[in-house]
């Protein structure tokens, strides 16, 4: 819990089907791909649907926009388990879907397999850090570095109002992508204070298990009495019980991806640090209806370029601190940084 193929929103999908759909819309409705009328959207994460983060934002857009089109009610498939996904997303594209929106790379090795053996599906994966284009798959990717040296900086000015000095990383199990995303963390830290320091703490089992919250919770305590001042809950189904205990102990706090923690008032979030999954679909069904296509297509979110990605505070923060980060958000976009982030990135994945 990571450029651009071409510009605006790309859609990949079996060319035939497109055509067939976008041409011909008295034969069917637009977005009815296997011609049994009507339109069902298959989701497959391997998070809890209600973990009031990642995986969350993408199974409620999915559902806000089949209302909103008149599609018939989404099939959800959460907690699935990455030894699993194959037979999971397979089981789930023999239930007559017309596009099946897969949540994260954890779930996605057998995709290109799946998407050739259903190809009257329409395939879709939020396959974060650095995936690369696939046939026969629309993939919306970030950068895990841009993302996170927003999000230490963001920490690093609240720190520097407090007084603070430490923050603790809540992972899973130190998967490559929580590497890239940990050390952009230190490195935007180091840009407020090069005294501020941070720890990495898996809490789950290997691989892809975010949703530990009693490995997470023990994990805070310890963070906490080792004196912490920031927690980042890097987490899936084990985010929110970290944000309620950051809440009662008066400890800085963020999201991880949901660009909605800020509107809560169960929750009280410092800042966002958005990769928010139901942003990045939404555009994606304007393409279907209008016929837009390509196949093997990647859409990059970038910080600083794309409002959709970075960290952005939540109220409290004064007019001076949002133009601080505003402005770092903005040199990450210019390049600022490409130096940094290809040494993060090289660092966390061996080349």
């Not at 996904?85 to 017309?98: F, N, P, T, W």
């Not at 963001?154 to 407090?162: D, P, Q, T, V, W």
Request: charged fraction near 20%; aromatic fraction near 10%; glycine fraction near 12%.
């Amino acid at each position: 819990m990571l450029r651009l193929v071409t510009a605006g929103w790309l859609l990949i999908l079996v060319a035939s089907a497109c055509s067939d759909q976008v041409e011909s819309d008295d034969q069917g409705l637009v977005g009815d791909f296997n011609r049994d009328g009507k339109v069902v959207i298959g989701v497959a994460t391997d998070g809890p649907r209600d973990d009031g983060a990642y995986y969350q934002a993408l199974v409620e857009k999915i559902e806000s926009l089949s209302l909103l089109h008149g599609f018939d009610e989404p099939i959800v498939v959460d907690l699935i388990d990455p030894a699993n996904a194959d037979a999971e997303l397979e089981a789930l594209a023999q239930q007559g879907v017309d596009i099946i929106a897969v949540g994260s790379s954890a779930i996605a090795e057998g995709l290109p397999e799946l998407a050739l053996e259903y190809d009257e599906i329409f395939w879709y994966c939020n396959c974060g850090s650095g995936s690369g284009a696939e046939p026969g798959i629309l993939k919306s990717e970030d950068r895990g570095a841009e993302l996170w040296i927003s999000g230490g900086y963001a920490a690093g000015i609240l720190m520097l109002e407090r007084g603070a000095g430490s923050a603790v990383f809540l992972g899973c199990c130190d998967l490559n992508f929580e590497v890239e995303s940990f050390n952009a963390f230190l490195y935007g830290l180091s840009l407020v204070d090069p005294l501020y320091t941070a720890t990495y703490v898996p809490t789950g089992n290997f691989p892809f298990d975010f949703n530990n919250t009693a490995g997470a919770v023990e994990a805070y305590f310890n963070a906490v009495a080792e004196g912490a001042d920031v927690v980042v809950p890097f987490l899936g189904g084990a985010h929110e019980p970290i944000v309620r205990l950051a809440n009662d102990d008066g400890i800085i706090v963020m999201t991880a991806g949901s660009s909605s923690g800020c509107e809560r008032d169960d929750l009280d979030y410092d800042f966002e640090v958005k990769f928010d999954a139901g942003d990045y679909v939404a555009p994606i069904f304007d393409d279907i209806l209008s016929g837009v296509a390509a196949e093997g297509g990647v859409r990059e979110f970038h910080v600083g370029i794309d409002p959709e990605v970075g960290a952005e505070f939540c109220d409290g923060a004064s007019g001076a601190q949002v133009a601080l980060l505003d402005a770092l958000n903005a040199r990450i976009g210019a390049g600022d940084f490409a130096e940094q982030i290809t040494a993060i990135v090289s660092e966390a994945y061996g080349f």
